[in-house]
């Protein structure tokens, strides 16, 4: 069965505009494992009025699921090399701490958009996520993000409001 | 007067999910030029739901935000290039090539957040913008971004959509 990281996230930290379970005007951008190509995978159909000009996808509807993707797939990658499955227990919870797009071409509106990402660099608090973002078959866009795990003092915060 | 450059974008590309006058369901975030400053300045009050953890706000709305900023700072810079000011005739039309945003510090839900733009370099056909954003008077976020003009394909294919 496939497993979404982001339905296992602490309930405390499940309020993400982008990817939580407990937003219900968000996005709920989801990222599974895709084994066999070693990647993780987070798809999306963009809605009519995510629009850029006409014809074309939103840059920062486009940052935002990298971004998400990004932050759930760090999740993936640290648990996977601390030898636990998704699914096994609580997702680490990562924020992003710096994020790159490099819009390659126009993102045409329409299809379903799937962002692939591999772990560049996989620390005790620190992940590195490149991705692929591509729009039916067409590769459009790149990202890279930095991501760390979520400061104590966030999450004090976030579960004090 | 104080002139918003996206009110001031032509007709057929002003449907952007973040900053068109056409999207009614979009953000409509509006940049000026602050002439004292020498800066380009977009504010924006994030809304309850656009949460990352509880109490701070949500990563992909800022890169939103960063990028129309960007653009619209873009069209601004440009304008002053050429010897215009906003308002002056039509606001050329950017898109986003390359976005980065580096989240210095979580930001707080709740503040208004503003960003403010510097022009790092202006070419023919490019514009590189750097950011800084506020939330209050508290900078928690830097942004770059290259811009280039709406490329004539996709400006056909946005008014023939």
Redesign the interface.
């Known amino acids: 069965m496939r497993v979404y990281i982001q339905d296992t996230y602490p309930e ?2 499940a ?4 990817c ?1 379970y407990k ?1 219900p ?2 996005h709920r951008f989801r990222t599974y494992y895709d084994e066999a190509a070693g990647e993780t995978v987070t798809c999306y159909r963009p809605r009519p ?8 996808v ?4 486009i ?3 990298i ?2 993707h990004s932050s759930g797939s760090a999740a993936i990658f640290k648990m996977l090399a601390e030898g636990r499955r998704p699914g096994q227990g609580e997702a680490p ?1 990562f ?9 390659l071409r ?1 993102t045409p509106l329409g299809p379903e958009l799937c962002v692939r990402g591999r772990a560049a660099e996989v620390k005790d608090r620190k992940v590195v996520v490149e991705s692929r973002l591509f729009a039916g078959d067409q590769e459009t866009v790149r990202g890279r993000a930095v991501l760390v795990l ?2 104590e003092g ?2 004090r ?5």
């Open positions: 405390d930290f309020h993400c505009y982008g939580g937003n005007q968000g009025e995510h629009t850029a000009v006409p014809g074309f939103y840059g920062g509807l940052a935002s699921l971004d998400c919870r924020v992003t701490a710096r994020l790159e797009v490099d819009y126009p979520l400061p966030m999450a915060r976030a579960r004090d409001a």
